[in-house]
């Protein structure tokens, strides 16, 4: 197991062991969907609007490094 991270635009970093960097983003979009994007929205991100779950995983792609 490895560790992979991901940080969004607003500076919050997320972190998760997983065997590969497949596995992390597999684990990210389980973690960020409907419910998960609209809290981290409301908390860090407060007054802006939910952004969809494809866009939110297309970030997660785009994001997630060995950390």
Known sequence: M???KMTCV???T???DA???A???AQF???MDEKGIAAHMK???PGKPVISVADCHAMIEKQ???A
């Open 43 to 45: 908390e860090k991100h």
């Open 23 to 25: 596995g992390a983003v």
């Open 10 to 12: 607003c500076g919050d």
């Open 29 to 31: 979009k389980g973690m």
């Open 2 to 4: 490895s560790a992979f």
């Open 19 to 21: 065997a590969d960097r």
């Open 14 to 16: 997320m972190t998760v």
């Open 64 to 66: 997630v490094v060995a």
